[in-house]
């Protein structure tokens, strides 16, 4: 599983990749291929929850932004969720 955009190697290290995709990838994995369905649901709701109280990538600010993250942010805030 890969998020259509790959690895965006032009932008590695900057802190400005959206991890979303990659996120959702993996929670395809786990419903598609290991059939763990509360575990995928788990982080598709996180990353709805996140997205509704209005976090966002810089690529996403411009949509109703509460708070801009870079990339580990998003990815620690989706966890953070996943653990509520």
Known sequence: YEPIHGSAPDIAGMGIANPLATIVSAAMMLRYSLNE???AD???????AVLKDGYRTKDLAAFDAKEVLNTVQMGDIIVDYINK
């Open 37 to 39: 369905d509360k575990a």
């Open 42 to 48: 788990m982080i598709e709701e996180a990353i709805k």
